[in-house]
């Protein structure tokens, strides 16, 4: 069966034409599915051969048949630009050649599997980096990825399947496209493909069945590739609207980052799904009181605070150092002076002893913060 093809946005597939040459930055379109084996690197190169048949000057800048028949018989016709091929560890690295595609300077190029990790001594470290810089060029791009490997989901993700996943990408970079195409395919068939020898290679099908591909894992998967390509939609909508409204009505969110929190990462994802979906910058603070000057905290507490902020600025946040003994006054005058629409918090941890009948920290912040909405999580 060969999957189905679900546009997320209004714009039929073949109306990216319509998206080039707006502006001098190139256009970005996304195909999207909720796991490996449903078809994107088809699709994607399906509609390369519908461009160049158009008069596009169309070119693969990189590609993953999978020794995929019906995959390999799309890129006949496409040309390629070759990659940069050299040995590392005796083993022969091929990764997309950034330099020759710009060289090259087509009007659109394909690049499969945008979330891939690129070998040692490339340019960049990873291949959506490479992407940008190729979209800052002027150069379209289209390209593949899967669901999991939005880094606001890893979480979602990981309770979902189980599965840690290591190659994630900023959640602004899927943000940026100008098109997102879900390529749909039910559990039950992707693993008919799977057993049939479409998606690996005989010795790689039990494993792979023991591990991600089981109907409850692919189910979910699909779930959540339905909920963000609706949140892409409506994101789209919002901006849309937004065009006509004063900034003043704009959403802004902002989470509240303390040195020892439980589990900041997910705190982070929380409120970058949330911003997301409200089309809203957001910002993540921090509140540095004189007990956690750098020189007066550990040197493991510092370097976690420092690594939860680095996340916090690939999420695509904005991280703001405030220096204040009062954390309460510190946060309300932020929110307050940015206008801050809605405030993500940690749940507050149990209290105990005479403790329990004061106040915590978000039940100070809620009464001075009237007119935000303040979101536990």
Known sequence: MEPSLRPVSRAAPEDFLNLIQRQNRGKLKVYLGSSAGVGKTYAMLRE???????????????????????TTAQIKALEIVPPRVWLYHGMEIREMDRDAVLK????VVLVDELAHTNAPGSH?????????????????V????????????????ESATGVKVKERIPDPIIAQADQIVNIDLPAEDLIERLKS???????????????????????RLREITFS???????????????????????????????????????LLRKTARLANQLNAQWYAVYVRTDKEAPDKISVELHRRLTDTL????????????????????ALTGFAREYGVTQMVMGKPLPRRGLRRFMPSLTD??????????????
């Open 142 to 157: 289209i390209t593949t990825i899967n669901i999991q490997h939005f880094e606001s989901l890893y979480n979602i993700v």
């Open 310 to 329: 680095e996340i916090a600025q690939k999420m695509g946040g904005t991280v703001v150092i405030l220096k204040n003994d009062d954390v309460v006054t």
């Open 124 to 140: 960049n470290t990873k291949r959506y980096e490479d992407v940008q810089e190729i979209l800052e060029a002027g150069i379209n």
């Open 364 to 377: 100070r912040l809620s009464s001075s913060v009237p007119g935000i909405d303040v979101v536990l999580s």
């Open 104 to 107: 090259r300077h087509p009007t």
């Open 197 to 219: 020898g479409k998606i690996y290679p005989s010795e790689r099908i039990e494993r792979a069945m023991e591990n991600f591909f089981n109907p409850s894992n692919l189910t």
């Open 48 to 70: 390369g051969n519908r461009l160049l048949k158009s008069g596009v000057d169309v070119v693969i800048g990189y590609v993953e048949p999978h020794e995929r028949p019906e």
């Open 228 to 266: 963000e390509v609706a949140n892409f939609l409506d994101r789209a909508q919002r901006r849309q609207l937004a065009k006509n409204e004063t900034p003043s009505s704009l959403s802004r969110v902002m989470v509240a980052i303390s040195s020892g929190g439980p589990n900041p990462e997910a």
